[in-house]
């Protein structure tokens, strides 16, 4: 049996990243991807609103987002996005196959700073790729909360007419702030990096890439090195929020296979651990009071 990775407690906040399949630039933000993203993630967040987007950035062979799970949906919220993003991504490509090379991650968020940290490094993806200079300089689909209030970012219609997803025209994407205390610092943090990287290429005279080159790429490329660095098992400034972390995830991931064992061998009323998806049945709930 594979590693159970599902255990979406209500009330985590979650770094999800998605990579396309070899790398490629499936994803590159051209004007029928952007609509796709956005209308697909609108799509996600009528049919599931517990999962509060807070920062969004697609890069052209991956995606990130920060999300906060509120109902412990995020597993059907993200499949139900990331699969019918690929196909669309697939209707645009022309093409047939795998758009995304494996399941999602999604990695817990457990104190404040590593939430600014994972939040600035979602906004500032392309920047530290050398492809823009400023976040909002990138083409493609890259969102946050720059106040302290809920934005609301219109739905434009579907590029040159073609098949939209029966989106009303005054639709908006919801796009929440961390907290009213974070917003200002992360807005901060998002201009003193892109400073810093600026100072960085003028001192190695490295040049950004530029939006007019990005959108000239052909979506089959992909990059000479593509990054393959291991995911990790969530993100925390507290080291010892870290460690409890992942003793906490051993007893789950014993009681699961316990339960699994179980199941298996034909016995009644096996009980699986809260917020887990147990082999072919729905979340298991944590029961009230």
């Known amino acids: 049996m594979g590693r159970p990775l599902r255990n979406h407690a209500p009330g985590t906040w979650y770094l999800v990243t998605s990579r396309c399949h070899q790398a490629r630039f499936l994803l590159r933000p051209d004007a029928e991807i952007n609509y796709a993203v956005v209308a697909w993630l609108f799509r996600a967040q009528q049919i599931w609103p517990g999962v509060l987007i807070c920062a969004v950035c697609v890069m052209s062979n991956h995606l990130h987002l920060v999300v906060r799970d509120t109902q412990g949906e995020l597993a059907r919220w993200a499949g139900y996005f990331l699969g019918n993003l690929a196909r669309a ?6 093409r047939q196959g795998s758009v995304f090379s494996r399941r999602y991650s999604a990695e817990p968020i457990l104190d404040q700073e590593a939430l600014l940290d994972r939040l600035v490094y979602v906004v500032t993806n392309p920047v530290h790729a050398s492809l823009c200079k400023r976040a909002t300089d990138w083409p493609g689909v890259i969102l946050w909360a720059r106040t302290d209030a809920v934005e609301r970012h219109s739905i434009p219609p579907p590029p040159r007419g073609r098949g939209g997803v029966g989106i009303q025209n005054a639709a908006h994407l919801v796009i929440h702030p961390v907290q009213s205390a974070e917003a200002l610092a992360v807005a901060t943090a998002v201009e003193q990096v892109e400073e810093s990287l600026r100072n960085e290429r003028r001192l190695t005279m490295k040049r950004v890439i530029g939006r007019a080159a990005i959108l000239r790429q052909n979506w089959k490329d992909r990059p000479s090195e593509p990054k393959r660095s291991p995911r990790p098992p969530c993100h925390a400034a507290d080291r010892a929020l870290v460690r409890a972390f992942r003793e906490a995830y051993s007893q789950f991931v014993v009681a699961f296979r316990e339960a699994s064992t179980r199941l298996r061998a034909g016995l ?9 998806y147990p082999p072919g049945q729905p979340l298991v709930r944590a029961e009230a009071g």
């Open 89 to 94: 991504t697939n209707r645009i490509r022309k």
């Open 268 to 276: 009644p009323d096996v009980t699986f651990p809260p917020w887990s």
